[in-house]
């Protein structure tokens, strides 16, 4: 009878250590929150992918929850009070945030270090082809589609057309692309912007109804000192053949969405983490997801970005040769 307790009792006892250590083991896998954006936005696929990712999943040490948010300036601050560990923020979020110039915000977010580049959103600004609009300051007098109240593409609009000092001598027209698309269809717009990736479905739709014409924007922003001024928009081509009739590249520039980081996240969970996406399995489930994400790869890692970069990136892209 007592060895019979005896065995039940090791039994019972070895029990208990496995559950503990099975608890103590789940306790020790930390929590990493990656912020999105909202619902069906671009920022939140970056979050969800990553976070459902196989390598991602099995890591031992920790796991990454996906986290809904408004965008990129939300992003940028979660990520710099500790509240979100990594997120998707502009380049120019970043870098105006980094020097207190956000606006109507002169707080300083020195606590966002950047991972690696993710994909651009790219300038464009469509008109006729016998407009006889060649820049941006041509555009004085004219109607001019700005992209939807609120959006990223407006705020971008207002920033380098008044930089550029047309912003008050057009007629505004703040819309989404594809109406805008239709009104210049129309003639009710002399011209439109869009600050997104390409081929645009507007642009396309804009090209069935008109000749049209892409204005050259990076000579415009050569010539003014805009790259000098906003240093996070970088140079790109819209290549000839994108759009039905513009037969020519066209230059132009773009802000980059960035994968951000709190300085407080170890190193080797950034490292973990970018050593399994930048991978040719990782980057193929990434396109998987959303063509968008077509622009990552080893060679562009560290495009767009103009500000600290996190220490376990920094030893990421060295590794690489990009550093």
């Known amino acids: 009878m007592n060895k019979f307790f005896a065995v039940m009792s090791m039994i019972g006892l070895s029990m208990i250590m496995t559950i503990t250590t099975a608890s103590d083991s789940h306790a020790k896998k930390e929590r990493i929150v990656f912020g999105g954006g909202p619902a069906g936005g671009t920022f939140q696929v970056v979050a969800n992918a990553i976070q459902v990712y196989k390598p991602v999943k099995e890591m031992a040490d920790f796991t990454v929850k996906a986290q809904s948010s408004a965008g990129s300036v939300e992003n940028l601050r979660k990520v710099n009070s500790g509240k979100s560990d990594f997120a998707t923020v502009y380049s120019g979020h970043v870098y105006l945030g980094a020097n207190g110039m956000m606006k109507n915000d002169p707080k300083k977010y020195t606590n966002v270090l950047a991972v690696a580049y993710l994909y651009g959103a790219p300038a464009q600004l469509v008109v006729r082809a016998d ?3 060649q820049s941006v300051s ?3 007098g004219k109607k001019v589609g700005v992209g939807n109240a609120g959006s990223g593409a407006f705020a ?3 920033l380098f057309f008044t930089h550029m000092g047309v912003w ?9 692309y594809n109406d805008a698309a239709a009104a210049f269809g ?3 717009l002399d011209a439109f912007w869009l600050f997104t990736a390409f081929p645009s479905g507007a ?3 804009a090209a069935q109804t008109n000749d049209i014409a892409l204005i050259d924007l990076e000579a415009d922003a050569k010539a003014s000192g805009f790259f000098e001024k906003y240093p996070y928009f970088s140079k790109l081509t819209v290549p000839a053949g994108t759009y039905k009739g513009v037969d020519a590249d066209t230059p132009s520039f773009q802000d980059s969405a960035l994968w951000v980081a709190n300085k407080d996240v170890p190193d080797d969970i950034v ?3 970018l050593s399994v996406i930048y991978t040719d ?5 990434m396109v998987g997801q959303k063509k968008t994400f077509k622009e990552m790869s080893l060679k562009t890692g560290v495009n767009g970005i103009v500000t600290p970069m996190h220490p376990g990136a920094i030893k990421f892209w060295k590794e690489k040769g990009l550093l």
């Open 131 to 133: 407009s006889g609009i």
């Open 138 to 140: 041509d555009l004085a």
């Open 156 to 158: 971008n609009c207002e």
């Open 168 to 176: 008050d001598k057009i007629e505004r027209n703040a819309m989404g």
């Open 186 to 188: 129309n003639k009710q």
């Open 203 to 205: 642009v396309i739709m």
């Open 271 to 273: 490292y973990k983490l």
């Open 281 to 285: 399995e990782g980057l193929a489930h």
